[in-house]
């Protein structure tokens, strides 16, 4: 919540399900958090699941919370959330190659 970026843009939405029902859609997603520890996880898994129940045609919905794979922002998260988080340098400088002087 501080970078002010969305679930997807920080890569925490690892799958979603669809199954259709007569009645009305059962969603099932996957999910993770920052940190298995994160404070605000228990808000945010029943902010994700009061919103897919607004979704029309849903009429069940499930959100599962797993940490396999363990989030990593370097190659789950969004170019603005990499940004944001201080990871917009290259595999290259990363290394030690030109560029890494800039990010120290």
């Not at 958090?33 to 808000?43: A, D, E, K, L, V």
């Given at each position: 919540p501080e970078l002010h970026l969305g679930i997807l843009d920080h890569g925490l939405i690892y799958g979603d399900d669809i199954n259709p029902q007569p009645e009305g859609?059962?969603?099932?997603?996957?999910?993770?958090?920052?940190?298995?520890?994160?404070?605000?996880?228990?808000?945010?898994?029943?902010?994700?699941?009061?919103?897919?129940?607004?979704?029309?045609?849903?009429?069940?919905?499930?959100?599962?919370?797993?940490?396999?794979?363990?989030?990593?922002?370097?190659?789950?998260?969004?170019?603005?959330?990499?940004?944001a988080l201080g990871l917009d340098w290259t595999e290259e400088e990363s290394e030690g190659g030109p560029g890494v002087e800039n990010q120290r």
């Open positions: 859609d059962d969603f099932k997603m996957t999910m993770t958090f920052t940190s298995p520890f994160c404070p605000y996880g228990p808000q945010l898994k029943a902010s994700v699941q009061r919103t897919i129940q607004t979704l029309p045609g849903v009429k069940n919905s499930v959100v599962n919370i797993v940490f396999t794979p363990p989030w990593d922002p370097r190659t789950m998260a969004s170019e603005d959330c990499k940004i």
